[in-house]
């Protein structure tokens, strides 16, 4: 079994698969459409306390439970619960990343479908055509699932060679390269006509539009972006050393997830505003208005038009790739340590069952009337079910969990590395995480549904 309990090698293999779960599509468009619409670096402001005030500790905390346990999510919690119902949040963690992985494969498979309409030039043309090409591609039955097996395939891939073989030695090639994707774009973007206006907007604080809605946008955008109970930061864990300063850590992570979040709006906005455009027009940022920015912003040069939205959909990709990633091998670790079967066999598991949640997720967004309930597609019911039941249930639960059942000395024995590290900040991270981190997150909850 030494294979199945493997740890990452190196610290930067740490960081950067633990990066990459957290860097995904929501850096991408989430944050710089939210930016747009909240005031810009009043927002950008803001996000950075709430990552520090909420996203960090709860990092930390979901750290602390993969490492004790040194097993999947669901055992992991299991032997801090001591046989108490608490265990059950474990199995909410596993659950909420399963049925994540299953639509978000389907998002990431539009990534592909873009990279490979980019290639062939097929994203040219007035606003309209660029509108009606999405959503003749989304609601199409058999392009999208096609592209959504292709992903979830790729992922299944890099899992099956474990820990080190697979995760890790991905993230290390991975990562980079969005990275530096994401730089090329930045300073082609920035170099437009008119681009500084685009800068300006991110840079300065808008205050007139800040209100109680954007603190609690923040504060959400903050939760979601690290990927808190999802699962993935759990199991991840769970292959860290002794060693691994779990603090140090998720500063880092965090450092590297807000960095890409704002190099995003960096890349966005300039294009955008170059163009005359806004980019605060939500969830069809990526797939309707950016095609539109980049053929007006590079109609001179279309050629470096083609480039740089070729560049910009490998970059969706790869962001879409590494959490994937995380989110397939949630459930792969599951799998296989509960049945005791071989790492392949889990995530065989993994692969065709959420490829089947996949599939009927995206046929919902046809004309298939039998995947949809009350008006809304099975697509959008496993967003909102995930995304605003379980993942704020979860976190909320778990800061309950680890501020209040787990006995005091645990959890300062993993935050100090058993007294080789001083724990300077422990006394705060304990406090964060028994008040203030449940209040953030349930004022969150409560927010969206209206209630405050």
């Given at each position: ?5 493997a ?22 468009w ?17 996000y950075?306390?709430?990552v ?25 919690y299991?032997?801090?619960a001591?046989?108490?119902p608490?265990k ?12 994540i ?16 309409s ?28 096609f ?6 395939l790729?992922a ?17 090639m991975l ?11 930045v300073?082609?973007?920035c ?15 808008h ?9 609690l ?12 109970a ?6 991840y ?6 060693q ?33 455009i ?63 079967i ?5 995530a065989?598991?993994?692969?065709v ?34 995304g ?53 997150i349930?004022?969150?909850f409560?927010?969206?549904?209206g209630?405050?």
């Amino acid at each position: 079994m030494s294979e199945e309990r493997a740890n990452f090698g190196s610290k930067l293999g740490v960081i950067l698969a633990t990066a990459g779960s957290a860097v995904g599509l929501g850096n991408v468009w989430r944050f710089p459409y939210m930016t747009g619409q909240n005031g810009g670096a009043a927002f950008i402001l803001i996000y950075i306390i709430c990552v520090l005030v909420l996203g960090i500790p709860c990092m930390v905390s979901e750290f602390i439970i993969g490492r004790h346990g040194a097993s999947n999510t669901a055992r992991a919690y299991s032997k801090l619960a001591n046989g108490t119902p608490w265990k059950v949040v474990g199995f909410m963690g596993v659950l909420t990343g399963f049925l994540i992985t299953g639509y978000y494969a389907v998002v990431s498979g539009w990534c592909l479908q873009y990279v490979f309409s980019s290639i062939m030039g097929e994203l040219k043309g007035d606003p309209n055509y660029v509108t009606s090409y999405f959503q003749n591609f989304s609601q199409d039955p058999i392009r999208p699932v096609f592209w959504t097996l292709l992903f979830l395939l790729i992922a299944h891939f890099v899992i099956i060679h474990g820990v080190r073989g697979g995760i890790e030695r991905a993230s290390k090639m991975l990562m980079p390269a969005l990275f530096i994707l994401l730089l090329v774009i930045v300073v082609a973007s920035c170099m437009l006509p008119g681009a500084e206006k685009g800068i300006s907007f991110l840079f300065h604080p808008h205050l007139e539009k800040v209100d109680s809605g954007v603190f609690l946008g923040a504060l959400g955008q903050s939760f979601y972006s690290l990927s808190i109970a999802m699962g993935c930061i759990c199991t991840y864990a769970s292959y860290f050393s002794r060693q691994t300063n779990l603090l140090k850590s998720a500063v880092q992570v965090s450092l590297v997830d807000s960095m890409v979040a704002i190099l995003a709006g960096l890349m966005i906005f300039p294009a955008a505003f170059s163009v005359g455009i806004n980019p605060d027009s939500g969830p069809s940022l990526i797939f309707i208005t950016l095609p539109n920015v980049f053929n007006q912003a590079f109609a001179g040069f279309p050629i470096i038009g083609w480039i740089i939205s070729l560049m910009f959909y490998l970059l969706l990709s790869l962001a879409a790739l590494t959490s994937l990633m995380s989110l397939h091998e949630v459930s792969t670790a599951f799998f296989f340590e509960e049945l005791h079967i071989t790492r392949k066999k889990g995530a065989v598991i993994v692969t065709v069952t959420t490829f089947i949640l996949g599939a009927f997720c995206s046929l919902s967004l046809g004309d298939m009337d039998y995947l949809q309930l009350n008006g809304k597609s099975l697509f959008d019911i496993f967003d909102f079910v995930t995304g605003q039941i379980f993942l704020p249930v979860g976190g909320f639960l778990t800061c309950l969990f680890l501020g209040w059942y787990v006995p005091k000395d645990i959890v300062r024995n993993e935050f100090t590395n058993w007294g080789t590290l001083k724990g300077t900040f422990f006394q705060c991270y304990l406090f964060l995480i028994r008040f203030i981190c449940p209040l953030c997150i349930l004022a969150i909850f409560l927010h969206q549904f209206g209630i405050i």
